[in-house]
């Protein structure tokens, strides 16, 4: 049997589990597979490859092509070797005169009705059909063009990334089952009957107009040129490949970049990837245009105001302003007068090497990171239930699901690869509890059995898991033998007198919940009488003011079930950028230092201190809020900003942007001029995950390889660009690359003890803990027991928010991001994701559209405490009547005007999911908006001139 997988090849059906083995003889050759294997499969296995259409081992078989026929001894007739399961000791011969025949006359039908222009098709070198023509000997076609035939059939161009020729369709149904089966958005079908078969895109809509989510799925599984990425159409094939890491949302998918020179033609998801097992997303497959776009930022740039033009000069001369910058503010104001903040879009290594910077160059503590901005509170409230800081499963893990709880999480759109392996689950007959103000579309899923939706009002989360834990505790739903063996019995017995107080049963939280009671019992049965359980959350429950609260309440629910430490279970949050995890692990935050380890502990401290050669602070730091604060105290002077855009992504936008304007230095270190760097004094280029070397670490704390395929556009990768401001400013750093980085990550940080480049370039990718004791790292977490010993169920008491209803501002504003876009959309507006949504709109009910004379696509004015923006509206029967929703993709929209400064009470994540308005029917932007678009305007003029000036210079 073939002991080595590879990734590249198709195996023509999906690979079968089982503790069975049959052995079987393959034109001679003994092959022993697991029991269910089909011949096709067991045949690839031992390079006898059978010629196939239909087939692709992500698929399941589906025997339409005829072209894997087979003889197998004793049985009559060629059957289709896909469709065939191996039996012990059966016979097959893949080659002889009659198959060949036989093949050759399959094949002979297919080309009768397919365009003969090969030399001119943008597949040719890279198509299935034609090379399985030549592997058939198929030399002539008998039966002519004269016929009825498909030629003539329109072309579908509507998609902005890929294009339909039905004129070279062969109907083999890869792409309508891979939209199916993989994707779960069933959004194509095989529209007629026989001759008259086609593919069609919804009620035969075009592409764009129809279901379809753009996830290449269809476009990777056509073997012909039927469905084809523009860009190899327009540019022609690739000519070598790179596996690297996606750098969008925290599913941390693996991609082959397909490139010819250093140009990437396109990205195709890599089958070896195993967080994303060969599928994609729109964003990941498509959207990697921006790393060319003209607006990229190729040359560093310094100004002395933020009300002069830029001047582009050397990197030395850039590096030297900033550091003399950095310097002067120390020596008048203090050495906590500076800091700085990391990035989740950022690799390990760079995270870690600002961290660095802050502590052993800047001489404070005074950093901090987007990650604490929105996944702080499930740091604090893991660690303090489970003793770890992180999520327990791997993605793979849902295959053995049973019920999933859905917690403020939209998978389908911000991690919708890991989305369509939950819809594949629930086709599969898993139960589905979603506990959302708005309906998702997991909820949608095609043939799901009956969910359960629990559209609580905003802010009611800890409300909700408390009944919810009530009803198990109450009915003795709770597993008895794992909360003796595992759980500290202290802490639960003073858990379980809390949270049986008839004050948090369902019915005494309907009120604050507005949620059924019987409805809230019902799902917490479902959840705690499923053989696996396992709670999938996101920014819905840690932007919060009881975020770390609610976090808590999770764990609770899954100690006291007992669904922790095996597959199908656990408490795993959603990250929602590509390396929030790995940012937190790198130390980003003022009071720990990499690996959770506190400023505080001499031990630790004295660790790096002996490997960094300097004195470390054993105070924590400034939060990015405290720095804003003391901005406007004036007394913290100067912020260096690697790879985040405070100005969009931060609450309160109004109080962010004068925090920046009371800055006497500003340096800013990105690919665009974004809304933080339009307030900076230094702008560094920044480069793309596609120009760098390094790691990402995923939700699921897999490490996974960056590799660079393109020079970096400005000349330096972020790393060495970290390096060289360190140098000047007195601190020596010498890396050589990315690997050394991580060598000292490894040698300072136990979870990373086991990890380094050759190790993850032998096992693919590691899930720390990588350690003596799990050298290729820990897949599931806690199967034995917990970092503190015991599981620690915590007391959760529900404390309103501060944000609510009022007469004044009567509408709870809650936020969430969309498919097609990410985060602040830095980069996907600079792609054709623009072609899906192109502007920020607000979401309500139309009970509340009704009763203010709104319709759709009015301008609509939203008011809170902190500041007023306006949106176009989209009525929804998505909302609950008295919420509304919007994102945060575009700068102009001002969503985060109107958000507030409230924040969680125990990391001071921001909450974003909770903010008061009021709507009105406007008929201008707001004062906000007018001031962006003038500030905007200034500062995009200030760049070009900048820009202009520095040709001019280079033209003399």
């Not at 009763?851 to 923006?869: F, K, P």
Request: proline share 4%.
């Amino acid at each position: 049997m073939l002991q080595h997988f590879d990734p590249n090849k198709d195996y023509g059906t999906p690979a079968r589990v089982s503790e069975n083995l049959i052995t079987l003889e393959i034109d001679g050759v003994a092959v022993t597979v697991p029991e269910g294997t089909s011949v096709l499969r067991a045949a690839a296995l031992v390079d006898i490859n059978i010629p196939k259409l239909c087939a692709s081992d992500n698929l399941d078989a589906f025997g339409s092509c005829r072209l894997c026929a087979v003889q197998i001894e004793g049985r009559r007739g060629y059957p289709a070797s896909c469709t065939t399961p191996v039996d012990a000791g059966m016979k097959v011969v893949t080659q002889n005169e009659k198959i060949a025949k036989l093949r050759r006359n399959i094949m002979e039908l297919y080309i009768s009705d397919h365009p003969l222009d090969c030399l001119t098709c943008p597949s040719n070198g890279d198509c299935e059909l034609q090379d399985m023509a030549g592997a058939v000997g198929l030399r002539e076609v008998r039966y002519g063009f004269d016929g009825h035939n498909h030629l003539d059939a329109e072309k579908d161009l509507s998609n902005p990334y890929f294009s339909f020729d039905p004129s070279k369709c062969i109907v083999c149904s890869r792409c309508v089952r891979a939209c199916e089966e993989v994707q779960g958005t069933f959004a194509l079908t095989v529209d007629g009957r026989g001759f008259d078969s086609k593919i069609a895109a919804g009620q035969d809509d075009s592409f764009l107009n129809s279901d379809c989510v753009s996830c290449g799925a269809c476009v990777q599984a056509c073997p012909t040129s039927t469905l084809m990425e523009n860009n190899v159409i327009e540019m022609g094939q690739p000519e070598h490949s790179v596996v690297t890491t996606c750098a969008y949302c925290g599913v941390g998918c693996s991609f082959k970049a397909d490139m010819k020179g250093d140009q990437v033609i396109r990205m195709v998801p890599y089958k070896g990837g195993e967080a994303n097992q060969g599928h994609s997303c729109v964003k990941g497959r498509f959207a990697f245009g921006y790393a060319t776009h003209k607006d990229r930022i190729k040359t560093p740039m310094i100004r002395d105001s933020i009300n002069e033009a830029w001047r582009e000069v050397s990197w030395e001369e850039a590096i030297g302003f900033a550091a003399k910058r950095l310097k002067e503010v120390q020596a008048t104001y203090g050495r906590e007068s500076i800091g700085g903040i990391t990035s989740s879009r950022c690799t390990n290594e760079e995270t870690y090497l600002v961290q660095k910077l802050i502590r052993a160059g800047f001489g404070n503590n005074n950093t901090d990171t987007c990650a604490r901005v929105c996944h702080s509170p499930t740091g604090y409230g893991l660690k303090t239930t489970l003793g770890e800081s992180a999520g327990t499963q791997t993605f793979d893990s849902i295959k053995y699901t049973d019920t999933m709880l859905v917690i403020g999480a939209n998978p389908t759109d911000a991690h919708p690869v890991f989305g369509s392996m939950m819809r594949r689950r629930l086709r599969e007959g898993a139960q589905l509890i979603v506990a959302d103000p708005r309906k998702i579309d997991l909820l949608k899923t095609p043939h799901l059995k009956d969910a359960i939706h629990l559209p609580l009002r905003p802010g009611t989360n800890v409300a909700l898991v408390n009944s919810l834990a009530h009803t198990i505790m109450s009915e003795g739903l709770e597993d008895k033998a794992f909360i003796a063996s595992r759980c500290d019995d202290k802490a639960f017995i003073k858990w379980q007198a809390f949270i049986t107080e008839e004050r948090n049963s369902p019915e005494a939280m309907q009120s604050i919940t507005g949620v059924d009671a019987e409805d809230v019992r019902k799902a917490a049965r479902v959840y705690a009488n499923a053989g696996n359980g396992a709670i999938f959350y996101g920014l819905g429950v840690t932007e919060h003011s009881q975020g770390s609260t609610m976090v808590m309440g999770i764990a609770n629910l899954a100690l006291a079930t007992g669904n922790i430490g095996r597959e199908g279970v656990g408490v795993n949050p959603l990250r929602g950028q590509n390396n929030v995890q790995g940012s937190c692990d790198m130390g980003s935050f003022p009071h720990e230092l990499p690996g959770y380890q506190h400023v505080a502990d001499d031990e630790a401290r004295g660790r790096f201190e002996a490997a960094w050669g300097v004195k470390l602070d054993d105070e924590p730091g400034l939060r990015i809020p405290n720095m804003f604060d003391a901005a406007l105290a004036g007394s913290f002077k100067a912020l260096y900003v690697q790879g985040e855009d405070i100005a969009q992504s931060d609450p309160n936008t109004q109080h962010v942007e004068a925090a920046l304007k009371a800055l006497d230095c500003v340096i800013v270190q990105d690919i665009f001029l974004n809304e933080t760097a339009k307030f900076a004094h230094v702008l560094l280029p920044g480069s793309t995950f596609l120009e760098k070397n390094g790691t990402f670490t995923n939700a699921e704390r897999r490490i996974n390889r960056v590799r660079k395929v393109m020079p970096a556009l400005a000349g330096k990768e972020d790393w060495e660009v970290t390096v060289a401001l360190s140098n000047a400013l007195g601190y020596e750093m010498n890396y050589n690359h990315p690997s050394e980085i991580m060598d000292e990550i490894a040698s300072l940080t136990p979870s990373f003890t086991g990890v380094n480049y050759e190790r993850l370039e032998e096992l693919g990718s590691i899930q720390w803990p990588c350690n003596e004791q799990h050298p290729e790292g820990m897949p599931i977490m806690h199967v034995e027991d917990f970092p503190i010993g015991k599981g620690n169920l915590a007391i959760t008491e529900y404390v309103a928010t501060d944000e609510r209803a009022t007469r004044r501002f009567p509408l709870l504003l809650t936020t969430g991001r969309i498919l097609s876009q990410y985060n602040v959309g830095a980069q996907t507006r600079r792609t054709e994701n623009q072609t899906w949504h192109n502007e920020d709109v607000l979401e309500l009910h139309p009970h509340d559209a009704e009763e203010r004379g709104v319709n759709e696509g009015d301008w609509l004015g939203i008011s809170s405490r902190a500041g007023q923006t306006v949106l176009r509206a989209v009525i929804s029967e998505r909302m609950q009547p008295g919420v509304v929703y919007t994102t945060f993709h575009h700068p102009g929209s001002g969503a985060n005007v109107i958000t507030t400064d409230s924040s969680d009470w125990a990391t001071n994540c921001p909450e974003y999911k909770v903010t008061a308005v009021q709507v009105e029917k406007v008929t201008q932007p707001s004062e906000w908006q007018k001031n962006f678009e003038d500030f905007n305007n200034k500062q995009q003029d200030y760049l070009r001139k900048g820009r202009r000036s520095r040709s001019e210079e280079v033209g003399q």
